[in-house]
């Protein structure tokens, strides 16, 4: 009898710590999110500033405001500089579980394809070939939308954790 009020209570103190492992995994998963977010965090301005500028110059290209040769130049010594040092540190950033290093390697993807797109389009806007612009173009919208899928998937997983 001795031994089967031990089996039990065995059984039940396993049973109790089983129901906690996930508890544990949720909490260990949601830290390793709160880590990851800091690292984007971390990188984030230099994306925002290169892509900011990107913005602002081709909306001046489009208004006739500013010279192919100038938006050229701004992307050669600002624009990608500030982006590749982006894409370089995001390459960095290391994700601890399957679900962050996928969801990572969304951005890393459309990173490097906004890479190409901004690199193409220097030496595009330098020989005014609107064919070469057309296809630094794609990058940039192939890029543009695997971020955005980064960024909804993100956000799906940061309401999943309660943020």
Known sequence: MKNILAIMGVL?????????????????????FVDYSKS???IADLESKSMDKYNE?????????????????TLEKDIVPTYSQF??????????NVEL??????YIEGANSQLTGLRMM???????????????NKF????????ETWSS????????YGF
Do not use: M
């Open 40 to 42: 984007i965090s971390g």
């Open 101 to 106: 290093g996928s969801l990572h390697k969304f």
């Open 153 to 160: 998937t993100y956000d799906t997983i940061k309401k999943k």
């Open 12 to 32: 039940a103190l396993s049973f109790c710590f089983l129901c906690q492992v996930p508890a544990v995994w949720a909490s260990s998963d949601k830290d390793a």
């Open 140 to 147: 940039l919208e192939v890029g543009t939308s695997k971020i």
């Open 122 to 136: 220097i030496d595009a806007l330098k020989k005014s070939d609107i064919g070469k612009v057309k296809q630094a």
């Open 57 to 73: 110059c081709r909306q001046k290209a489009k208004e006739n405001t500013l010279s192919d040769a100038s938006f050229a130049t």
């Open 87 to 96: 894409v370089f540190k995001l390459k960095k950033i290391k994700t601890p």
